[in-house]
């Protein structure tokens, strides 16, 4: 059975610094892998979404890595701002056809 | 990538009454999905629903406590019935478009009391 695990819950830093979220699943027969923002009570909003033949993918100031064989990926966030602030999803698409998600990493970035 | 429309955005209800959510896709879907989130937890599948047949339930989730509607491909309904405040979730569907992933609608937070 494929589990998601995201590390760390929580992270605050102060605005500016560069921060890496990581991810890692443990069936590695994986479709994708797709990364989403939740603002407090909403949605989610897609970030960036990895096939399973990708290395990384990159918008913005966002940059995804994928190393399928080892059951990662790391979303890597530059020069945070406030409006970073929300809680990030990991999710992995796999044999089963449907989404499996890890319990995300709530992040804060102080002003 | 598709846009959804969700609603309703919140809802406060009474416990042992039921609430309808619904889903409106601007474009064609084969399937769409239903999903909880409860507080403080990740999403969780409820079920999976196709155009024209019955919805394909998760383990732990059951048609008659949560009956889904697909009436064509642009269109789902998701029905909390005989609500308890372990209802109390953010109920979010989805649908998935190849190159895009996964896109969700804005969530319907309910509250039981």
């Not at chain 1, 059951?71 to 809680?87: C, F, M």
């Not at chain 2, 406060?12 to 399937?31: F, N």
């Amino acid at each position: 059975k494929q589990e998601v695990t995201q590390i760390p819950a929580a992270l605050s830093v102060p605005e500016g610094e560069n921060l890496v979220l990581n991810c890692s699943f443990t069936d590695s027969a994986i479709y994708n892998l797709q990364w989403f923002r939740q603002d407090p009570g909403k949605g989610l909003t897609s970030l960036l979404l990895i096939q399973s033949s990708q290395r990384e993918q990159t918008s913005g100031r966002l940059n995804a890595s994928l190393d399928k064989s080892s059951g990662r990926s790391t979303l890597y966030i530059a020069a945070s701002q406030p409006g970073d602030s929300a809680t990030y999803l990991c999710a992995v698409k796999g044999s089963q056809g449907n989404l499996i998600f890890g319990k995300g990493t709530k992040l804060s970035v102080k002003p | 990538s598709a846009v959804i429309s969700q609603k309703p955005s919140r809802d406060i209800c009474q416990r042992g009454t039921s609430l309808t959510i619904q889903c409106q896709v601007d474009s064609q879907v084969t399937m769409m999905f239903w999903y909880r989130q409860q507080p403080g937890q990740s999403l969780t599948l409820i079920a999976t629903a196709n155009q024209g047949s019955e919805a394909t339930y998760e383990s732990g989730f059951v048609i008659d406590k949560f009956p889904i509607s697909r009436p064509n491909l642009t269109f789902s309904t998701l029905t909390v019935s005989n609500m308890s405040p372990e209802d109390s979730s953010i109920y979010l569907c989805s649908v998935e478009e190849g190159g895009y992933g996964y896109t969700f609608g804005s969530g319907t937070r309910l509250t039981v009391v």
